[in-house]
Structure formats: C-alpha cells, structure tokens
C-alpha cells in the first residue's frame, strides 16, 4: 500500500515551491488579523495546485489563470445553492460527468479535472451571511487561484539539463543496484531487469525534449550516446545475472571486480543526479587485473589437466563481461562529467497541444463500449447518490463523502481498491494527527507554519506514492478549516467518518455499476505480451542471423519498446485482477507464472543483443532456430506450437553437439602447449554464451507455448 512508485523520488523543489504558493495566503490572513480570508485563499490556492500540469512557463501560467477563474466560479455556485439541493445536485452532476469524460471533450477538461467539482463542494460546505459574503468567499478563492499562478511562475525553476540528467541516473543506479545483487549472488530472475528497463523508458521519454521543434541539437547529441551507453549496460549487466555463479576458483576474484563495478556505476548516478555524497573512484582496474591473472592460473591448469576446459571458457566468459561492463562504465563516466559541467544549460520545451473540442469524436466516445463514458456515468452516478444520501441524512461534513468518492473511483475496479485502501488508511493516520494538533494547537500563527510544513511534505511525496499523500494532505485540508474555526477537533473525526463512507460507496458503485475488471481481461493482456515479445524475439535473431551482423535498427528498438510497454501493462493487470472480487485464482497465477517467464526471457533477450558478434552468425543450427522460435509462441494451434518447440529444442540440441566439438579440439591445442589465440579459441569465445542463452531462451518459450490460449 505504501510501496514506493518505481523510479519515483521525493520533488523537494516542487514540494517547496508549493509550500509558499499554497501557504503564504493563510500566513497573510493570519498576520492581517483575518485568518477566515486567509484560509479561503488558500483553499483557492489548494485546488489551484492540482490542476499544475506543468510544461513551459506560459503555457503553465496561462493554464493556472484559467483554472483559478473556474474554480472561483465553481465556489461561487457551491455557495449560491446551498439551500437549493437539485440545482447543486444538477451542478454538481454536470462537473463530475465532465470530468470524467476529460480529453474527450477538451484538453483544457482534462486538466481541470475534479478541481471545479471539489470547489463547488468546497462551497456548499460553507456557512454564508448574505450575497457580499458570498461574492467575498468567491473572490478570495480566485485571489488564492491568481496568487498561485504567480507565485509559481516566479518560483519555479525554470527546465534545465540538470532535471534530464537527474532522469538518466536512474537506469545507472539501477544497474548499479543489479550488479550488487549479482555480487551478493541474490539475484532474482527477471526482476532486476524489469527495473533498469523501466528506468531506461522514462529516460529515453524525458530525452525526448531535445529533439523536435524547441530542442536542442547540441545537447542531444551529447545526451544521446550517454544514453545509448545504459542500453548496453542494461542488456551487459543481464548477460553477467544469466551467466550464474563463477567457477569456484575465479569466484572471489569475480564477486570483487563485480562489487568495484557496482560502484563505479553508482559513482555515476551520483554525478548525474548532482548527489553531494562523492566517493573516490573504485579501482576496478586492480580487480579486472586479479581476475586476469586468476583465469590464466586457471588456463594453465587446464592446460595440465586438472581442470576441464568448460571451466576456463566459462571463467574467461565472465572476464570478458565484466571487462566490457567496466569499459562501458568508464566510457559512461566520462561523458557524465562532461554534460554535468553543462548541467545548467535552459531547456525549451514546446508546449503541449491541448486537444480541442471534437463533436464527432465526443459522440463517437458516448457509448456503453467506451471505458471513458461508462466511468464518466459511474463516478456521476456514485457522487450523486453519496451527495444526495449524506444530504437527506444531514450528516455534518458530508461533502467530504463525496470528495471521497472522486478520489478512490478509478476506471477499473483493482485501481478502486487500491486507491480505497489507501485514502482509508491515510486518512485515519493523517486525519488522527489533524485531530490531535487542532486539540494542542490553537493559536493560528503557529497552525500557518505548520501547514508549510506540512504541503510541502505532502507535495514534495506525492509522486512517490499516493498514501503518502493522503497522509500529509489530510490534516492539511483539516488544519485550513481549523485556522478560520481553532479548536474544533470533532470536525476531523467526522470528516474521517466521511471519507470511510465515500470510500465505501466508490467501492460498491465500482463493483455494481459497469464494472471494468481486469482479471476479465488479463488473459488476452498476457496474449499481447506474448506476442509483443514474439516479435522481439524473432528481431533479436534476425539480426544475429544477418551476414554480416547487422545493427540494431529503429524497427528493433520499437520491437523492444512495445514488448516491454506490453509486459508491464500485463503485470500491472496481473497485480490488480487479484483483489478483485470473482476472479479465478488458477487463471491469475497461471497468468503471473506465464508473465514471470516473459520478464526472464526479456533479459535472456537483452543478454543476447550483449553477445551479438559477426562470429555467431556461423553457429550451426541459428536458421532452423530462428525459423522455429517466434512460431512456437505465435502459431494458432497448440499442436503446431509444439512442433514448433520441439524443432527448437533440436536446434539447441545441433549447437550443443557443435560447442563440445570445439571445446575437445581447444583442449588437444592446450596439450600441445599452444596457448595462440587461434579460430577454435575465437569461436568458443564468440559462440558458448550465445548458444547457452539460446538454450535457456527455448527452454523458456517450451514453457510458454502450452499456456497460450
């Protein structure tokens, strides 16, 4: 529940930039006497902040301005029918249909979000004396809406190389992280992989600003080959975690150069990131020299018999990746150093297209077939009927269930309950500590500080994981209505009572109402990642087929993208289909074993494209295989993926004949006392990794090709 996202860490920056903007109107008001005005600007503030898409200055301004217009309007309106429950009903149903239907009917929609529904609500909630009261309330909210635009117009940080840079550490430090594991030898198949992949796809997305329209050329061609360098780190480093353990006379040597490596590749996430912790270089150069000088101890003993010669091929196989990760880590840091002294350089990102309005498009999407629509009349349906409830029942507060509602109701029901879980828990922990500081703390001076405190945690967390932030956002929202009521601790504990009833609600309407479910869906999500890494995998040997080897070529590099972007949704599926009510757990744990398999042949995959060399297009066997291994996941009938597979398996079975020819005849050279680097040597060296990846790689897909549906 409180897992952190992947990849996600804490925007301090941002975290503190929104600490002024949202907490210097109420610090105002308290200091002008007026703490009421100061706590509606800083609501006005508050729902302003969410609808912060970010992008270029302007375009992120201008986006702001019109979000605090709404938002005041929609106060406005809260307040102007509070006593007239269908009008507020009908309003409230109209912004949250909107809201739900988001980029369907306007990018401007999209951004808004549930904001102009939370102010409405925000509104009705409130306790007027008369019109100028009313329009009071409205306009302090717009001030708090407008002050947020400026504030972090000026405050933010305007996109520099440093942010990128920040981005592209990520792969390293998790390549880093996997050859520790490595070392350690608590390596876990496909799991490590996962994330350095992931990490390279948010990299590859946020270097994606330097090309196009309002990119810089210069930069991209320093940043791209830095880039380039952590896809055949990634794919070096799953090449070491598929070789297994060293032979134990080479081990120590193996686990110190692999550790030094570890090092040296976080030293450069460090760099990248700006990290003010710095160690000095690790001395990889003295580990690769004892590992060299323990292989060749090796090679002699070989060479005298006590020692088979697969075990000297399998030593110098992991000298060999390890000489090349240190390599490619050297290479890394040097150009890390070099783009760092550029790190200040300003970025100018294009603003993004925000989608206007279709008509076409917009009916085209009103149907029962649409997930948006059928979410857009769920959430509608929910908040209505929790409005409606908490109205007719009189319950104090009960604005907070339905602000409960928008918040935990996803378009798909695993996303519900988690999102339920989290809001339920954060608010009992968050909402408990408004309650005891409101019941300590009375005067406003000190409640102002400490909700800086306190939205600067909460927005600086918040990408880190959501019940991070219902922990810190909870009390914020209490603590703002507590400044203009001090003291009135009762207020949290029924507000607590309206997010479980909210939470509720959204769970029994995400369960009765056109219920989206992903275990209903997941097989054919494990389908299309299957055959996303069918096609991956029939890429990867088409290009180690060609003669001469080919580089890898953009059709490659999407086959790879869309086989990872299609694993990891299918995970995601995976994870969620399991706490949803009626789904069969045979079909989810076939699913999760079937997924499981795929992530490690991703990383056989990876691992291959780091052995592809000319040599290994001469490995007898590779046509037929190539011929077989994409078919054997892909073809309609299990009959004829079995045929398939089995025409796989005796392909493995060709290179292995081949690879214990060439080990017999290396071994009568070493008997000879020829230690040459001769064509049999060269050939072992180029084609032993490859043939044994290529066996695990059939292996996995033997495995798969029954559990296709």
């Known amino acids: 529940m409180f897992q952190p996202v992947a990849g996600s860490r804490p925007a301090v920056v941002t975290g503190l930039v929104n600490g002024v903007a949202v907490g210097l109107p109420l610090l105002a008001g308290v200091a002008a006497g007026d703490p009421e005005a100061g706590a509606l600007a800083c609501l006005g503030a508050y729902v302003a902040a969410f609808t912060n898409a970010g992008g270029p200055r302007r375009q992120r301004t201008t986006g702001l301005a019109v979000a605090a217009v709404v938002n005041a309007l929609a ?19 109209a912004l949250v249909f909107l809201a739900g239907m988001g980029a369907v009917v306007h990018g401007t929609v999209a951004r808004l979000g549930t904001m102009p529904a939370t102010a409405l609500l925000a509104g009705s909630g409130q306790v007027t004396s008369g019109a100028a009261d009313t329009v009071r309330g409205a306009l302090l909210v717009l001030a708090g809406g407008v002050w947020y635009a400026f504030a972090t117009s000026l405050l933010t940080p305007a996109p520099r190389l ?13 390549a880093g992280r996997q050859l520790g594991r490595i070392a350690a030898g608590s390596v876990e198949e496909g799991a490590g992989h996962a994330r350095v992949s992931s990490a390279l796809r948010r990299a590859e997305e946020a270097a994606r600003v ?32 598929r070789a297994g353990s060293a032979p134990r006379a080479v081990h120590p040597q193996v686990t110190a150069a692999t550790e030094a490596l570890a090092a040296e590749v976080a030293r450069t996430a460090r760099l990248l990131s700006r990290s003010p912790r710095t160690t000095a270089a690790p001395d990889t150069g003295r580990a690769m020299q004892s590992l060299g000088l323990a292989c060749d101890t090796l090679r002699a003993r070989a060479a005298d018999g006590h020692e088979a010669y697969a075990v000297v091929a399998e030593a110098a196989r992991r000298r060999r990746l390890l000489a090349r990760i240190r390599a490619c880590t050297l290479t890394s840091y040097e150009r890390a150093v070099t783009l ?5 350089t300003r970025l100018h990102p294009v603003p993004k297209r925000t989608p206007g309005l279709d008509a076409q498009r917009l009916r085209g999407a009103m149907t029962l077939g649409s997930l948006t629509y059928r979410h857009a009349l769920r959430v509608t349906a929910v908040c209505a009927f929790v409005f409606t409830l908490v109205r ?12 409960a509602v928008l918040r935990v109701l996803r378009p798909q029901y695993g996303a519900t309950f988690e999102r339920a879980g989290q809001r339920i828990v954060g608010n009992l922990v968050g909402g408990t500590a408004a309650a005891l500081l409101i019941s300590g703390v009375e005067d406003p001076e000190y409640l102002a500080i400490l909700l ?3 939205i600067s945690a909460g927005f600086a967390l918040r990408p880190v994981n959501y019940a991070f932030w219902v922990v810190f956002g909870t009390p914020l929202v209490l603590l703002i209505g507590d400044v203009a009521e001090p003291g009135d601790w009762h207020a949290a504990v029924e507000r607590i009572c309206m997010t479980l009833l909210g939470s509720a609600a959204a769970l029994l309407g995400g369960y009765l109402l056109w219920p989206t479910w992903d275990h209903e869906r997941l097989t054919d999500r494990t389908a299309e990642a299957i055959r996303a890494t069918a096609a991956h995998l029939d890429s990867t040997l088409k290009r180690m087929a060609a003669a001469p080897l080919a580089p890898a070529s953009p059709a490659a590099d999407r086959a790879r993208r869309r086989a990872e972007d299609a694993l990891a949704e299918a995970e995601e599926a995976q994870r969620r289909a399991r706490t949803e009510p009626g789904h069969d757990p045979r079909t989810v744990a076939d699913a999760a074993t079937a997924l499981a398999d795929l992530s490690v042949l991703m990383e056989h995959l990876g691992a291959l494209a780091a052995h592809a060399t000319p040599h290994v297009t ?17 073809a309609p009938g299990p009959a004829e993926r079995a045929d398939h597979a089995a025409a796989l398996a005796d392909a493995v079975e060709e290179m292995g004949l081949h690879l214990a020819g060439l080990h017999t005849r290396r071994l009568g050279e070493l008997r000879t006392g020829s230690d040459e680097d001769t064509a049999t040597r060269r050939a072992i060296r180029a084609e032993e990794p490859v043939i044994a990846l290529l066996g695990e790689v059939a292996t996995r897909v033997a495995r798969l090709s029954p559990r296709i549906p």
């Open 452 to 454: 800086f405190a306190v």
């Open 75 to 93: 106060f406005w309106t809260g307040e102007l029918v509070t006593g007239l429950f269908p009008l507020a009903l009908a309003a409230l149903v």
């Open 618 to 634: 001469l490995i007898p066997g590779l046509t037929p295989y190539r011929a077989h291994a994409a078919a054997a996941l892909t």
């Open 392 to 403: 007719v029942a009189g319950l104090p507060h009960g604005e907070w269930a339905t602000l």
């Open 210 to 241: 330097l090309h196009g329209p309002g990119g810089d050329e210069r930069l991209a061609r320093a940043v791209d080959p830095l880039l380039r360098e952590t896809f055949v780190l990634a794919d070096l480093t799953a090449a070491l975690a």
């Open 162 to 174: 440093r942010g990128l840079l920040a981005t592209l550490a990520q792969p390293y430090r998790e």
């Open 340 to 344: 760092s002294t550029a790190a200040g």
